[in-house]
Antibody, heavy 119, light 106 residues
Framework: EVQLLESGGDLVQPGGSLRLSCAASGFTFSSYDMSWVRQAPGKGLEWVSA????????AYADSVKGRFTVSRDNSKNTLYLQMNSLRVDDTALYYC????????????WGQGTLVTVSS | DIQMTQSPSTLSASVGDRVTITCRASQSISSWLAWYQQKPGKAPKLLIY???SLESGVPSRFSGSGSGTEFTLTISSLQPDDFATYYCQQYTTFCNFGQGTKLEIK
């Protein structure tokens, strides 16, 4: 059974940093592109970032480009999101998501980790 | 960027009703469209991919159609478990989601 377990969410002040982790199990982590998707309280879904398995290339939503960095450690089956220069509008539940095959259709999601940016 | 617009934003219906949710893309996305269901406090669940392909384990009362810029999600006979929020997602270039449609009990 696929399991994705996010952690690292916390209350942080504007301008602060946080690193999220997503521990994966139940599938061959090193074979899948992985993404982060967030959901602000009471709002819709927003894709944040992805990292490809083929070449390690990364992609970001314009709203986080230059501030967030996605990475992975295939030896630990773990996905990361380093979040710097956090803003109030980054407040959201952050989900780790696995695609069906490759790319962007997500058949497995974690339970999310809450990031709150507030002074 | 491709914009995804869902309608309606809220839909009130009764058990047994046939309901349709529409999703429009700001430019053609061929059939690169997925639908998700989300219940309060839960992660989204994949229902449909490639516009009309039913994900394994999803009841057959869910169906998707469309191509290009206009797509629909149809639930043929609403069940109590279906009251939730539904999102469409395009995945041509990266991905992005529609704003969601909340399906409420009438």
């Amino acid at each position: 059974e696929v399991q994705l377990l996010e952690s690292g969410g916390d209350l942080v002040q504007p301008g602060g940093s946080l690193r999220l982790s997503c521990a994966a199990s139940g599938f061959t982590f090193s074979s899948y592109d992985m993404s982060w998707v967030r959901q602000a309280p009471g709002k819709g879904l927003e894709w944040v970032s992805a990292i490809r398995v083929s070449d390690g290339s990364t992609a970001y939503a314009d709203s986080v480009k230059g501030r967030f960095t996605v990475s992975r450690d295939n030896s630990k089956n773990t996905l990361y999101l380093q979040m710097n220069s956090l803003r109030v509008d980054d407040t959201a539940l952050y989900y780790c998501a696995k695609p069906r095959t490759s790319g962007w259709v997500f058949d497995s999601w974690g339970q999310g980790t809450l990031v709150t940016v507030s002074s | 960027d491709i914009q995804m617009t869902q309608s309606p934003s809220t839909l009130s219906a009764s058990v047994g009703d046939r309901v349709t949710i529409t999703c429009r893309a700001s430019q053609s996305i061929s059939s690169w469209l997925a639908w998700y269901q989300q219940k309060p406090g839960k992660a989204p669940k994949l229902l449909i991919y490639k516009a009309s392909s039913l994900e394994s384990g999803v009841p057959s009362r869910f169906s998707g159609s469309g191509s290009g810029t206009e797509f629909t999600l149809t639930i043929s006979s609403l069940q109590p478990d279906d009251f939730a929020t539904y999102y469409c997602q395009q995945y041509t270039t990266f991905c992005n989601f529609g704003q969601g449609t909340k399906l409420e009990i009438k």
